[in-house]
């Protein structure tokens, strides 16, 4: 006697249709919840190393900001010295000229001239005193112009003053000297390659 399946064979394939469906959503559902959790992992990841990289790039800033700051703070401290050298080397160069200028001045004063007060400031030379005549005052300035390093010769007046205080006037009353007082000025420029050139004259008089 052959075997009669009561089922009916429609009913059962839908039913295994719809176990296969159901496995089959539940698998993709496992893999797209996988697939999730790989991705947020992921994103967290990256973002911790991310985070990561901007609190060594914060340090780095910070330590770049302490360094220009320090960088300021040394250029400050350099001009500053620069400023300090300057003033040196001016007031060395200032006390070179005037012994340079003790040491010439001589050889501008002809015979017939008399200084009587020579104040040496801001690179100007004052000279006053007396003279016999106006013509040896005339080949003092021109031989202050023919110096390689003193300029700008000026004579401000040749005067007579009998009643003069000054100790060239005392001498000449004392002598029965007619003198003229003269007051010339002229300039010594701060500049080390001229006081050289007259370190070098001086050497071949």
């Given at each position: 006697m052959s075997n009669i399946n009561l089922l009916p064979w429609r009913e059962e394939l839908k039913s295994r249709r719809d176990r296969s469906f159901y496995t089959t959503l539940?698998?993709?559902?496992?893999?797209?919840?996988?697939?999730?959790?790989?991705?947020y992992f992921f994103v967290q990841h990256q973002i911790?190393?991310?985070n990561e990289r901007n609190k060594f790039?914060?340090?780095?800033i910070?330590?770049?900001?302490?360094?220009?700051?320090?960088i300021s703070t040394l250029k400050a401290d350099i001009q500053s010295?620069?400023?300090r050298m300057d003033t040196?080397?001016?007031l060395q160069e200032s006390r070179n000229q005037t012994v340079h200028l003790l040491n010439d001045l001589p050889s501008f004063v002809s015979s017939g001239i008399y200084l009587d007060k020579v104040a040496f400031k801001d690179g100007r030379v004052n000279v006053t005193g007396a003279t016999e005549a106006h013509l040896r005052v005339v080949s003092m300035i021109r031989a202050i112009e023919a110096s390689p390093w003193l300029k700008n010769p000026v004579i401000k007046d040749i005067v007579s003053k009998k009643n003069s205080n000054s100790?060239?006037?005392?001498?000449?009353?004392?002598?029965?000297l007619n003198l003229n007082n003269f007051d010339l000025s002229f300039s010594v420029p701060y500049s080390k390659e001229q006081t050289d050139v007259s370190v070098k004259n001086r050497g071949r008089r």
């Open positions: 539940i698998v993709i559902a496992v893999i797209a919840a996988l697939i999730g959790c790989a991705g911790e190393m991310q790039l914060e340090a780095e910070k330590k770049l900001d302490d360094k220009i700051s320090k010295m620069l400023q040196i080397n001016r100790v060239v006037a005392a001498a000449a009353a004392k002598f029965g």
